[in-house]
Nanobody, 118 residues
Framework: QVQLVESGGGLVQAGGSLRLSCAAS????????MGWFRRAPGKRREFVAG????????NYADSVKGRFTISEDNAKNTVYLQMNSLKPEDTADYFC???????????WGQGTRVTVSS
């Protein structure tokens, strides 16, 4: 089992920045990939960004490309999501996730709320 704890959410004005952190613990050796999803009020959960532990390959949703950056610190078992040029439509609960394969996300954190004011 893997436990994920997010931090770093909060309230920010449009155009501002936030950095989310996700600390992983437990059986992290099984994790191949980690990522971030978000769920905006009244909307379905959507993929934001993902990273592969072994080689650092990343991918992003089109809506955040060029503004968000996912990165990892293997020594700390921590993944980050740097969010720049935030927009009101980025307001959502952000969830960290980890998977035992490249194609699945098996573990989820509790989420951290990001609110972007206009």
């Amino acid at each position: 089992q893997v436990q994920l704890v997010e931090s770093g959410g909060g309230l920010v004005q449009a155009g501002g920045s936030l950095r989310l952190s996700c600390a992983a613990s437990g059986r992290t050796v099984s994790c191949v990939r980690m990522g971030w999803f978000r769920r905006a009020p009244g909307k379905r959960r959507e993929f934001v960004a993902g990273i592969t532990w072994s080689d650092g390959r990343t991918n992003y949703a089109d809506s955040v490309k060029g503004r968000f950056t996912i990165s990892e610190d293997n020594a700390k078992n921590t993944v980050y999501l740097q969010m720049n040029s935030l927009k009101p439509e980025d307001t959502a609960d952000y969830f960290c996730t980890a998977g035992d394969s490249y194609y699945t996300y098996d573990y989820w954190g509790q989420g951290t709320r990001v609110t972007v004011s206009s």
